[in-house]
């Protein structure tokens, strides 16, 4: 079972602020990067698997997962200090225990394996092609973040050093079939361009929390959290995939229609089904006109089933869609309880803290006991 520590330590991304030594318009936090990363990291991929047939996602969800915890750790070491300390293998060695170190006494109830292939991802000096995936999303997101930057201060201090730096960082990825094909189709760029406002929607909009949540963040919060479950069941590489990825989706719609609170979903009889109706027809005609045809099948699953069960041709279990309820419910908690520790009495949070912890009480999900989560936090 996942513990507190973890399920919290996650969240620290979202207080963690990007570019914070230079002006910005809005808010730019590290949880927000790493899903928009995450989001690039899923289409370079797919060109990445139709290429080629040996493919891994796991190995792409995992260490997105890594270097995240990695980025928690580090906090606020900017990045010419970290890649001047990544030239001297020693002290990057040494850096890399410390994280480690810092990091396995939350992680090491998820089971051996996976703090083994942690340990290996911080040491290991392999640049597969999924790790040159993941770089390459990451100065994708980074450059489409200081673009922001760059508009609000063209002037600044550093601008043109940082413009140049990113523009050599990013020319080492031009290679790769995946970023040749994405950066030439101006409908996948629309793509990420939208689903990187989904940065800007914050949850729980009406009422002031801290940290606050954008929708991106929450749905990369989702994707971890179903990673990590999938692989307290046991789950098969298939079913741990699809689980991820529809947490990494499964609140796109919301890009067209903002975040609605459940009160307001459940306020007016047959709203929450009109809602639906409404999301699936600005996906048909925003989004799908511009992803390729043979990714839609994946993004309606994702986008419009996301809360269903999903088994494939022989009964097998392919996505636990009442776990990803659960996990999606178990966020707002989350969020919740985040806010009260830090100070902010509001009664309408207090009272979705307290009515989603009800929920779950003494309920076990596919081995999965939910109660003892939320008991955790008592």
């Not at 796991?58 to 995240?68: A, T």
């Not at 911080?122 to 100065?139: G, Q, T």
């Not at 020319?171 to 030439?184: A, I, N, V």
Request: aromatic residues 12%.
């Amino acid at each position: 079972m996942l513990r507190k520590p973890l399920l919290l330590k996650i969240y620290d991304a979202a207080s963690m602020q990007r570019w914070n030594d230079q002006v910005r318009f809005v808010e730019l936090t590290e949880l927000d990067k790493q899903a928009h990363k995450m989001i690039i990291a899923y289409v370079l991929g797919k060109y990445e698997e139709k290429r080629s047939g040996d493919f891994d996602w796991i190995k792409v969800i995992e260490g997105g997962i890594f270097e995240l915890l990695q980025r928690i750790v580090l906090t606020d070491l900017k990045p010419p200090l970290f890649h001047k300390i990544r030239e001297d293998k020693e002290k990057y060695a040494e850096l890399n225990k410390w994280i480690y170190d810092s990091v396995h006494p939350v992680i090491a109830h998820i089971g051996e394996g996976f703090s083994a292939r942690f340990k290996k991802y911080l040491f290991s000096p392999e640049y597969d092609i999924h790790r040159r995936v993941l770089n390459a999303a990451h100065f994708y997101a980074t450059d489409w973040e200081f673009k922001i930057i760059e508009r609000c201060n063209p002037q600044g201090f550093q601008i043109g050093e940082i413009k140049n730096d990113l523009r050599a960082k990013q020319e080492k990825y031009y290679s790769l079939d995946s970023m040749k094909s994405f950066l030439g189709n101006n409908d996948l760029r629309t793509f990420i361009d939208i689903c990187g406002q989904l940065r800007f929607q914050i949850r729980w909009g009406n009422i002031h929390r801290v940290p606050k949540t954008s929708v991106l963040g929450h749905m990369l919060i989702v994707s971890i959290y179903a990673y990590l479950f999938s692989l307290q069941i046991n789950a098969s590489p298939a079913r741990c995939i699809n689980n991820y990825f529809t947490g990494l989706f499964h609140d796109l719609p919301e890009v067209l229609t903002r975040d609605i609170i459940n009160p307001v979903k459940s306020s007016v009889k047959g709203l929450e089904k009109l809602i639906k109706a409404y999301e699936k027809e600005e996906m048909e005609n925003k989004i799908y006109k511009i992803i390729p045809a043979e990714w839609h099948a994946d993004m309606r699953t994702y986008t419009e089933s996301e809360f269903t069960d999903l088994e494939g041709p022989g009964g097998e279990v392919l996505r636990d869609g009442d776990i990803l309820k659960a996990i999606d419910n178990l966020a707002a908690f989350i969020e919740a309880y985040l806010a009260w520790k830090n100070g902010i009495r509001n009664e309408y949070l207090v009272g979705a803290r307290h009515s989603i912890a009800e929920r779950y009480k003494a309920k076990t999900i596919k081995g999965i006991d939910f109660n003892e989560i939320y008991l955790d936090f008592e």
